[in-house]
């Protein structure tokens, strides 16, 4: 059967560019001009500053073929070991700073709210929802941790209802995803701040670990001379309506890996310093005296705060840029008016 030829092959847009005899120089113009014929602003937008930007890189770089074809073998690589629960993709984008620059781009915060990190690949939609100092650990190698939290607004006002999800890994610097044998969710949970914004719950004391490293991103780090490791964390994960959504962790101070994170994870503001549990907090919460003690305040912004603040922020990145840019759903289109 003749083939269906689509209405741009004939030129039906006279807007549609000629692609004839393109060259080293004028091929990005040409390829901007033939993707530009969306109603979208915003996929214009986009589509044109990533082709401008990877012709440059091709220019600046004197990219070779072969050179190519290795990063499109790499990219092949990251694809073929993505599995449910293995995404080489964020990997790479963790250990590229991209994962965190999306982030603080995306959710600036006001001065006192508690600082976001990277979410990784090891956060699950399946964890139980357990009640207020209930464990979430089934690890017997683990050295408990009580954990003591509040949840406050930006004026010091407890923050009630407040889905928080909790992750870390088993002691064996293992998160339950990573075991074939997971039957059930281990080392995570949701806990549900209450009329206080408090919320408490028994884990263990987190410990460095390798992110996985036996795939492409692995090879990528070794080549680079970089190691792998991730300083002790815990994850947490806020959420609720009309507040902006809060993905951060907690690091653990004096760990080797505080500075040298593999995926940039690490602000001064999210360092903590264990305690050990007293006595009376032992009785009070029904844990050995003498364990790990994990204290935190953590500060939500409203969506509103936050979106005030990126817009500003954005508005004047692109005042800086030069660029005849205006935001449209708080995100920069080319201003035509
Ligand atoms: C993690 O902390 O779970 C993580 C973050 C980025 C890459 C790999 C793991
Ligand atoms: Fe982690």
């Excluded at 990219?63 to 790499?74: Q, V």
């Excluded at 719950?201 to 490791?229: A, E, N, T």
């Excluded at 009376?280 to 500060?299: I, N």
Aim: some cysteine; overall charge negative; aromatic content about 6%.
């Amino acid at each position: 059967m003749a083939q269906q030829h689509p209405p741009a092959a004939a030129n039906a847009n006279a807007n549609a560019p000629s692609l004839l005899d393109l060259t080293i120089d004028n091929i990005t113009p040409n390829t901007i001009r033939i993707n530009s014929q969306s109603p979208d602003a915003r996929l214009t937008y986009v589509m044109a500053r990533l082709v401008t930007h990877l012709h440059d890189f091709a220019r600046e770089t004197r990219l070779s073929t072969d050179e190519w074809m290795a990063a499109i073998g790499f990219l092949i690589g990251c694809g073929k070991i993505c599995t449910d629960v293995r995404n080489e993709f964020i990997l790479l984008s963790d250990v590229l700073g991209l994962s965190l620059l999306v982030d603080s781009i995306n959710h600036p915060k006001p001065e006192g709210s508690t600082e976001g990190s990277v979410l990784g690949p090891f956060h699950t939609h399946d964890a139980p929802i357990l009640a207020n100092g209930a464990s979430m650990t089934s690890d017997p190698e683990g050295e408990p941790m009580l954990a003591l939290c509040t949840v406050k607004d930006t004026q010091g006002n407890p923050v009630a209802g407040v889905h928080v999800d909790i992750w870390e890994t088993d002691s064996s610097g293992h998160y339950d995803v990573q075991h074939a044998d997971r039957d059930a969710p281990s080392e995570r949970c949701v806990m549900v701040s209450d009329e206080e914004g408090r919320f408490w719950f028994r884990g263990i004391k987190p410990v460095s670990y390798p992110i996985p490293h036996d795939g492409p991103v692995g090879k990528l780090l070794q080549m680079l001379k970089r190691h792998c490791w991730r300083p002790a964390h815990v994850h947490f994960m806020f959420g609720k309506e009309g507040w902006d959504k809060l993905v951060t962790a907690l690091y653990l101070r004096g760990d080797p890996y505080a500075e040298s994170d593999a995926v940039f994870g690490v602000k001064q503001s999210l360092v903590v310093d264990l305690e050990k549990v007293d006595k009376a907090t032992a009785e009070k919460y029904g844990v050995a005296e003498g364990s790990w003690l994990l204290r935190q305040d953590f500060v939500l912004t409203t969506q509103h705060e936050t979106e005030k603040l990126r817009d500003k922020l954005a508005t004047e990145a692109l005042q800086k840029l030069g660029l005849n840019l205006k935001l449209v759903d708080h995100l920069p289109v080319p201003d035509l008016d």
